[in-house]
């Protein structure tokens, strides 16, 4: 079978690598492939730190695609022969003052609640861990199953195998006959005809396409280097400051990314404002990183939904969605591509369908039904 992917980042890319693996073929349709918000994205991997209350159906989603993860990354590079940057290396999340203790302690009685792997410290214990977190830190909850991949190197990786199936256009319309979609017309006018169409645009707009319940979130992002010698940390700090949330995810080039703001001001560019908090936030937990230099300042939006879940359904007998991924797109990226690929399979419904049916705001929106 046939299948355009419209929209090249971190899960269409992903998409792409699973259908190719069942033996079908594809062409990926992206005007700046991997340069939208899964280039921005931590890659934190933290079903058990991403805990809210209220976000029950959310959390299996996380939770089972994290325990896909390791056989995900495996597969890539089976495949390729190129490993991603997949580190198992647990999360910290600490309260920097008392006063954010209530939060930590409220988050990790959820967690203990789900059944998630979280273990409270004392501030000493989590400095013993990570002796570059400051000496007054009031607390924190050590989840070990939370680890992290560098999303850069999941699109390098999956970019250079998937080349001979991509354009670099942006899809302008798609193009139907009767009820079905049957292929996509590009901005220079190229007809692309396939036996089914999967849009993965993020917030990417296409002519005909049904209005759908997306918001743009923009997230600022920083990329800092730690000085020469040991790593400033080991592990992903996730921190609570004046209940403002801000994280520090360490790479193995000995650089941090320091992120991210929750923005739904419509300002594309960073954030002065933004990056300002986020590394005032981060220098209550790690002093250290007023030693460390900048090497880049991104932001992005993220496509969000009303319930933080992504929308992954069929809208016609050819076309299928898998958008809205909000904040979770790479940790639900094994799930979100086999969940994908199986619509195309016609595979019989998995237990999360109802999490992420697109028709499920059919109150505020005007999906199709067919």
């Not at 280039?39 to 058990?48: D, V």
């Not at 560098?150 to 999956?158: E, G, M, Q």
């Amino acid at each position: 079978m046939h299948v355009n992917i419209v929209g090249a980042g971190i899960i269409g890319l992903a998409i792409a690598f699973e259908l190719q693996s069942r033996a079908h073929t594809v062409t990926l349709i992206d005007p700046g492939p991997g340069h939208g918000a899964s280039y921005a994205a931590a890659g934190m991997l933290a079903p058990a730190a991403e805990t809210n209350w209220g976000h029950g159906e959310l959390h299996q989603l996380l939770a089972a695609s994290n325990a896909a993860y390791p056989q995900f990354i495996e597969r890539i590079e089976s495949v390729t022969g190129h490993r991603p940057d997949y580190l198992q290396n647990s999360t910290l999340v600490v309260a920097a003052e008392p006063a954010d203790r209530e939060a930590l302690h409220e988050l990790a009685e959820l967690q203990v609640s789900l059944g998630l792997c979280a273990q409270k410290l004392l501030p000493s214990q989590a400095r013993k861990l990570e002796p570059a977190l400051a000496a007054n830190i009031a607390g924190a909850v050590l989840c070990e199953e939370d680890h992290q991949v560098d999303p850069r190197s999941v699109l390098t990786i999956l970019l250079a195998h998937l080349r001979p199936s991509l354009i670099e256009e942006s899809v302008q319309t798609l193009l139907t006959k009767g009820e079905r979609t049957v292929g996509v017309r590009t901005v220079t006018g190229r007809i692309l005809e396939a036996d089914q169409t999967i849009l993965a645009t993020g917030l990417g707009t296409v002519q005909g396409l049904p209005h759908l319940p997306l918001r743009p979130v923009y997230g600022d992002i920083l990329r800092i280097q730690g000085p020469a010698g040991p790593p400033l940390i080991t592990r992903t700090i996730r921190g609570i400051v004046h209940r403002d949330n801000v994280y520090l995810v360490p790479r193995k080039d000995g650089s941090l990314v320091l992120g991210a703001s929750v923005r739904e001001d419509a300002q594309p560019a960073v954030n002065i404002g933004a990056m300002h908090n986020l590394l005032d936030n981060a220098r209550k937990l790690v002093p250290g990183i007023s030693e460390c230099t900048l090497n880049e300042a991104t932001a992005r939006a993220r496509p969000a939904t009303p319930d933080d879940r992504p929308l992954i359904g069929r809208l016609d007998p050819g076309l299928v969605l898998s958008t809205g991924y909000s904040r979770h797109g790479v940790l639900l990226t094994p799930l979100g591509a086999r969940m994908t690929t199986d619509l195309i399979d016609g595979a019989e419904p998995g237990q999360f369908e109802l999490a992420v049916n697109p028709h499920r705001f059919a109150t505020t929106t005007t999906l199709s039904t067919h």
